[in-house]
Each structure stands twice: as C-alpha cells, then as structure tokens.
C-alpha cells in the first residue's frame, strides 16, 4: 500500500503506516520525512538520523533495524523496557497482537499506535 505523489507506481510514494506513525508522533525532526522513491514492491523503513536506526511495518508488528553500531547498546536498552519485543533473524520486532475475525487475520492493538510509542522512546532516548 502506499500513497502516491504522481500517477506511476515508481514515483515518491509515503508508507501510510510509517507516514502515520510519524504523525502521531509529532513528526520529529530527529527522523528523516519519510518519502520513498520506487515501486510499492520496496521495502521501505523509516529512519532515525541520528543513529540510522530504521522502522518498518511488517506482517508481525514493527520492525527495528539497527544503525550505528555505536547506538547498539542504547537501541537495547529501550528494547528490553517493553514487553511485546521479538528477536528475528533481521534485528527486532515490536509485536502487534491479532486476532482473527470472520477469518481474516486483523490488529488487536493500533500498530501506528504502537510505532508511535516506539518512535517517541527512540527519540527521547536521542537515539
């Protein structure tokens, strides 16, 4: 899903989820605005410039890749104070619980709510 700036499919786009979480966050300036460029078949992460530390919506929840190695620490530290956290093959995964309703799988819980969380602690912890 994604939200075009033009007519094509290759041209700057925002992720609604990622452009939403950044909203609801106050739009910080410690994160890069978030326009991507190229096809919607992309993945696309949000990231902190400071640390480089990136966010992305995936199927399970948000994803957190890590930046700068020197950030690494910190980056676990935040972590390791939340309870829905996930250790993937990529990095981490700030879980988004489901639930299944008339078969179809769908959030418990809000994820731009959940990002937004994440993302205020990034930034508050100036990472």
Same mark, same amino acid.
């Given at each position: 899903m994604t939200m075009l700036d033009k007519t094509v499919q290759r041209s700057y786009s925002r992720d609604p989820y990622l452009y939403a979480i950044w909203r609801e966050a106050g739009s910080p300036a410690e994160v890069k605005d978030p326009w991507?460029? /190229?096809?919607?078949?992309?993945?696309?992460?949000?990231q902190l410039t400071r640390s480089g530390i #990136? =966010?992305?919506s995936t199927q !399970? /929840?948000?994803?957190?890749?890590? /930046?700068?190695?020197?950030? /690494? !620490?910190? =980056?676990?530290?935040? =972590?390791?104070l939340r309870s829905d956290v996930a250790t993937t093959d990529? #990095?981490?995964v700030v879980v988004a619980p489901q639930t299944t309703f008339d078969g179809a799988v769908a959030d418990a819980r809000d994820r731009v709510l959940i990002g937004a969380e994440l993302l205020a602690d990034l930034v508050e912890s100036e990472l």
């Open positions: 991507f460029y /190229g096809y919607s078949t992309t993945p696309r992460s949000m #990136g =966010l992305r !399970a /929840g948000i994803a957190v890749r890590s /930046g700068v190695d020197a950030y /690494g !620490a910190k =980056l676990a530290a935040v =972590l390791a990529d #990095g981490f």
